[in-house]
C-alpha cells in the first residue's frame, strides 16, 4: 500500500508565503509525475502545479510566477513553495503522484490539506 503524507498548509494573510510538503510511503517501484490540486467545497479538483521524474513542470495560469513546485527523487518527496498569496488561492490542496508497481500504476492523493488566505 502506498501513502502520501501532506504537511504545511495553514493559515496566512494576502500577500504572505506558505510551503506544503508531500511524502510518499509504502511498497512501490518508481513514482513518474508528482503534482498538487486544490479543491474548494462544491468545485472540482483543479491542478495547480505538477512535475515530472526528469524535473519538467506544468502550472495552472492563475498561480504562474507565484509558485514552485519541486521534488526529491530520492526521499519520494514533492513540495510547493507559495509566495505572494492571495484570497483566491484559498482551499484544500492535494498532493498527488502516479505511482508504479511490479505490475501495474496508478494515482494516489494526500488526505489534503487546507491553505487559508485572509485577505
Known amino acids: 500500500q502506498v501513502q502520501l503524507v501532506e504537511s504545511g498548509g495553514g493559515l496566512v494573510q494576502a500577500g504572505g508565503s506558505l510551503r506544503l510538503a508531500c511524502a510518499a510511503s509504502g511498497s512501490f517501484v518508481s513514482i513518474g509525475s508528482m503534482g498538487w490540486y486544490r479543491q474548494l467545497p462544491g468545485e472540482q479538483r483543479e491542478l495547480v502545479a505538477a512535475?515530472?521524474?526528469?524535473?519538467?513542470?506544468n502550472y495552472a495560469d492563475s498561480v504562474k510566477g507565484r509558485f514552485t513546485v519541486s521534488r526529491d527523487n530520492a526521499k519520494n518527496t514533492v513540495d510547493l513553495q507559495m509566495n505572494s498569496l492571495k484570497a483566491e488561492d484559498t482551499a484544500v490542496y492535494y498532493c498527488?503522484?502516479?505511482?508504479?508497481?511490479?505490475?501495474?500504476?496508478?494515482?494516489?492523493w494526500g488526505q489534503g490539506t487546507q491553505v487559508t488566505v485572509s485577505s
Open positions: 498527488n503522484a502516479d505511482v508504479g508497481g511490479y505490475f501495474s500504476r496508478r494515482y494516489y
Open positions: 512535475i515530472t521524474r526528469g524535473g519538467s513542470t
